[in-house]
């Protein structure tokens, strides 16, 4: 009984992936490698490592124009499938601090994250998320999504502290994963500390201009990628379909 309550404490401090249930079923690179899904996302890495005209990105921001197509699952895909194959330990940090996700594709309890690391009220140790697969941890944006209202603040000290994340753990890939650039002025700002972006589009969803305003708002410089993020609803063809494909983007 004691050896059990100290252990709920110790894992109510640190929260672990998988705590509380399965991973998501569509973190590919973890259920099924094997896949097809699993193979895109593996010729995405490989592009990114691969690069000619430019040196490996560090730090890699995935974003997209609007909500729900696929920027966390692209994102934890890709951050899956470095730590699998390259020899460097790989972070996901989690930017979007209004409406955290990752809890629940990594299913571990909502924990403290960059909102609670700006209020000065958990330090990043406190907050890295460990989780079954080597050499993969997590940053969590929020326990408590910040009730100030100062987004463009806000936005700043989370670009701060992304910086100091990544000067801090200059031995690892970052994975950003942000808020829609439709959304928030986040994307933005957060742009600004990534080597790399790769925008998701996800198929038939996506309005061209809305994908083309997305472009405009970034350093285009930046931008090494495209995924078409191909979502398909139907339940009996959910795993048939679901591609990714990558393009470069000039
Ligand atoms: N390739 C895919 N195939 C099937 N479902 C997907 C795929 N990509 C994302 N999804 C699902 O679509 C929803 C939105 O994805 P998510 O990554 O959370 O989007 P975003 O981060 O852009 O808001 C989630 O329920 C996710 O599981
Ligand atoms: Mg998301």
């Known amino acids: 009984m004691k050896i059990s309550k100290a252990l709920e404490k110790q894992n109510k401090e640190h929260p672990v992936a998988g705590m509380e249930g399965e991973l998501d079923d ?21 592009q990114i490592f691969h690069m000619t005209n430019r040196a490996i990105p560090r730090v890699i921001m995935v974003t997209s ?15 899956i499938s470095i730590a699998k194959s390259e020899e460097k330990h790989v972070l996901l940090i989690e930017c979007d ?22 209020q000065g009220k958990a330090t990043i140790e406190d907050c890295l998320v460990k989780t079954p697969i080597e050499k993969f941890t997590i940053l969590p944006a929020a326990e408590n ?18 910086e100091e994340v990544a000067t801090r753990y200059s031995d690892r890939f970052i994975i950003l994963d942000t808020p829609p650039i439709q ?11 990534a080597d790399a972006i790769i925008v998701v589009a996800r198929y038939r969803y996506i309005k061209r201009g809305d ?8 350093p285009r410089d930046k931008i090494i990628g495209t995924v078409l993020n191909a979502v398909d609803e139907i339940p009996a063809v959910k795993y048939k379909y679901k591609k990714y494909k990558y393009d470069k983007y000039y």
């Open 145 to 162: 999504p910040p009730s100030n209202p100062s987004e463009l603040l806000e936005s700043r000290r989370m670009a701060s502290i992304i």
């Open 211 to 218: 994908f083309e305003a997305a472009l405009d708002n970034l």
């Open 65 to 79: 124009s609007v909500p729900s197509e696929g920027k966390t699952i692209v994102a934890s895909n890709l951050a």
């Open 97 to 118: 601090m209004r409406k955290p996700t990752l809890y629940r594709v990594f299913k571990f309890p909502k924990s403290p994250g960059l909102s609670e690391i700006i």
């Open 26 to 46: 569509h973190l590919y690179m973890y259920h099924m490698p094997y896949s097809y899904t699993a193979e895109q996302i593996r010729k995405i890495r490989t």
């Open 183 to 193: 959304a928030t002025v986040d994307p933005k700002i957060i742009s600004g500390q």
